[in-house]
């Protein structure tokens, strides 16, 4: 991206980063804090459900906006993604830094964990480096106090020179507080003295060289001493945000560009090389974070996290950590499989009403006949199945993953998986995005922003798809009770079953980690990264919170992309079974043309053209089956499993075609909503094939070896 002239006197950073006011006196205030310190309840908290998000221009990562009214002033809460530090890799943090740095907002809270202040300091003394209108919020102030830790937040206000306020967010205590405090510093109210953070001498000359230099080309726009640090640092990421915010290139300035060179050549004289600087940058806001914590907080109880630590020996054990995880997984499937049954019923009986209705509509208003097939018998008949799949096993999934996180238990999950990831070549958090797959793939495509390597998220997004999400479940369980499950006695059928299922998962993700292996040696090469994983401590869950974020931010943003796929594709499928040629179906015409193909695979041509034509949702595979073989013109599902095991039998399956089915419902495609969600995520069309392909090919090649084995074998 070109940089606009400075005489424009508008960086396209900042018209980015600009939030949109309704009114010119709107007070915008940027939420800033480390992941895990309850930034997101504060935001909530204050705004309520009168907030939205979206995304930053040119960018994947989402922004949570909210509006709060405090006395006579309209603010404009603006949740940034949580950062560790200002000078940031991954895309949320770079937005997270740039907004503070450039956005210009008129205070920036920094939220902090009151029972681990010491190590949130670092964010804040970063903050206070660049901008002095910051109120520090210090929550989760009653787990503190419960653990007996003691912070004298007005010594803490003393020794920072900026507001500092006590909250616990979840019980909204403290808001108004901290209210009171951005209303002051937001409208200048109070004077504030920051903090004056000095480094060693031989970096304060380095400073000292150039910060006038910058100070008389900034025009203060911006600290000229972060900057001067920033340059010497090197941090080129940052330098182009620099850049960008003030609409020129700082370094096009020869007079600059030497005094740069002539205090980089006093630190290398001085045997402070890069890495060295960067390593006394970090040291000394690391040693004065240390030196106010010891001033500010008390412990009556050194070990109040011991009962934390008790329950990670067994969840993060080598001997129980799997075990466990794999059980805590085991119960969450069957609690989906087994919960959304009923409403999955009930949901299909109220749409399945609606369009018996719409019938009769179509019929007293004497419309086309072929106007009402396409419209209520394809693209509506297609909703409703979408639908009714698809929203109970995502609306008790998403809250139980979700219940998980707020325990803070999904951070022991990607522990506990990193060594296998490393091996693979991946990255560690790729274990959650994995886990966020067994609900809705494009969820985990999404979730994988939190991966900060671009090449190791990208690997993350291509290998999501093999774990199988709720919309594959039903094919699975369907497959394993009536052919896998169905050559044992009855007293066996469901525990064989169920282990069937359950090999088919294990085998996706050894899947995820052998093709991520392959593609970190190939097209995607590189050395895993490393990253901090945080343990936060255990919480007790809020269950209002819960529901908003799986609800809305989860169940219904991808109810809404699988809908959108879903009403067109109907339309698609309802034209390919009742257009004809030569007294049969374009359906029946396509599933001949691939017969051969099937068969070679262990299945037919009707069901690949199923798996074809359920690409807006894998939920509708099965009842295209069932119609191709009826010879049916509209989608249809059997009463029963033994009806549907009776008609499955009589056109040629045998345990080795159910068996094939469940490989390959495991191994193909992203659904038509994944692939959208990839293209947007990876931003790019190849990405989103490659992400089709992959799997495919793997699918291509598992059920080939497992069909002819077979074969060959004589066991068909």
């Known amino acids: ?399 139980l993953f979700t219940l998980l996180e707020d325990l803070g238990y999904l951070p022991r999950v990607a522990f506990n998986l990193d060594n296998f990831f490393k091996k693979a070549c991946a990255h560690g958090k790729q274990a959650l995005t994995m886990c966020m797959g067994f609900g809705c793939n494009a969820a985990g495509v999404v979730g994988c922003r939190i991966i900060d390597s671009p090449r190791e998220r990208l690997i993350a997004i291509l290998t999501n798809n093999f774990v199988p999400c709720n919309g594959r479940f039903p094919t699975l369980i369907a497959m394993s009770v009536i052919f896998i499950g169905g050559v044992v006695s009855e007293n066996f059928k469901s525990l064989i079953s169920t282990l069937a299922v359950t090999a088919v998962v294990i085998l996706g993700i050894l899947m995820t980690l052998l093709v991520s292996k392959i593609l970190s040696k190939t097209v995607l090469k590189g050395f895993p990264s490393s990253f901090t994983l945080e343990l936060p401590p255990y919480r007790k869950p809020q269950v209002g919170r819960i529901l908003i974020r799986s609800v809305f931010d989860r169940t219904l943003f991808v109810l809404g992309r699988a809908v959108a796929i879903a009403a067109p594709a109907g339309i698609v499928i309802w034209l390919m079974a009742n257009i004809k040629i030569n007294d049969a179906s374009l359906l029946t015409h396509a599933a001949n043309f691939l017969d051969p193909f099937g068969k070679m695979l262990g299945m037919d041509g009707y069901i690949l053209m199923a798996f074809i034509l359920g690409l807006p949702a894998n939920e509708i595979v099965i009842p295209i089956i069932v119609m191709s073989y009826l010879s049916a013109g509209a989608m249809l599902e059997p009463s029963s499993l033994e009806d549907l095991k009776n008609l499955l039998v009589s056109n040629g399956w045998t345990w080795v075609t159910g068996l094939c089915v469940m490989l390959f419902s495991l191994m193909h495609f992203p659904c038509g909503t994944t692939l959208w969600t990839i293209k947007k995520e990876a931003g790019s069309v190849k990405w989103a094939l490659a992400a089709f392909a992959i799997p495919t090919l793997a699918g291509f090649v598992i059920c080939f070896i497992v069909a002819n084995g077979a074969r060959l074998l004589g066991l068909v």
């Open 1 to 399: 991206m070109g940089l606009t002239n400075k005489s424009t006197g508008i960086s396209l950073l900042q018209s980015e980063l600009k939030i949109e006011r309704i009114t010119p006196d709107d007070k915008v205030v940027a939420l800033s804090g480390n992941p895990n310190v309850g930034k997101s309840t504060v935001f909530n908290s204050l705004t309520g459900l009168n907030q939205h998000t979206g995304n930053w221009p040119g960018k994947t990562v989402t922004n949570a906006q909210g509006r709060y009214k405090y006395k006579d002033k309209n603010f404009i809460l603006v949740d940034i993604p949580g950062t560790y530090s200002l000078m940031a890799n991954s895309a949320e943090e770079e937005i997270a830094r740039d907004f503070v740095c450039f956005g210009n907002p008129d205070a920036v809270v920094v939220v902090t964990d009151a029972t681990c202040l010491e190590r949130n300091l670092n964010l804040v003394l970063q903050t206070l480096e660049i901008t002095e209108r910051v109120v520090v919020c210090v929550n989760l102030i009653d787990e503190a106090q419960r653990k007996k830790i003691r912070i004298n937040c007005d010594k803490l206000s003393e020794i920072l020179g900026v507001p500092v306020v006590a909250t616990a967010a979840r019980i909204k205590k403290g808001l108004n507080e901290l209210m009171d405090a951005v209303y002051e510093v937001s409208g200048g109210r109070i004077p504030l003295k920051p903090i004056k953070i000095t480094y060693d001498d031989e970096i304060e000359y380095a400073v000292a060289l150039i910060q006038p230099k910058i100070q008389q080309l900034t025009e203060g726009r911006i600290n000229p001493r972060w900057v001067a640090l920033r340059l010497l640092d090197g941090d080129k990421t940052l330098l182009n945000s620099i850049n960008r915010y003030l609409g020129f290139d700082l370094m096009s300035d020869n007079e600059l560009a030497e005094l740069l060179n002539k205090a980089k050549e006093y630190l290398a004289g001085k045997g402070v090389t890069t890495d060295v600087f960067r390593d006394r940058i970090v040291t000394r806001l690391i040693k004065i974070a240390e030196e106010i914590s010891s001033m500010t907080v008390t412990f009556a109880n050194r070990q109040y996290d011991r009962f934390d630590r008790k329950i990670d020996r067994i969840l993060t054990s080598k001997v129980f950590g799997f075990p466990v995880m794999l059980a805590l997984l085991a119960v969450v499937f069957w609690i989906t499989i087994e919960g959304a049954s009923l409403p999955s019923g009930l949901l299909a009986d109220f749409l399945f009403g609606i369009e018996e209705k719409l019938s009769s509509l179509f019929i007293t208003r004497r419309w086309p006949a072929w106007l009402h097939d396409i419209l209520v018998l394809g693209m509506f008949r297609t909703l409703a199945w979408v639908v009714s799949v698809m929203l109970p096993p995502m609306a008790i999934f998403f809250p």
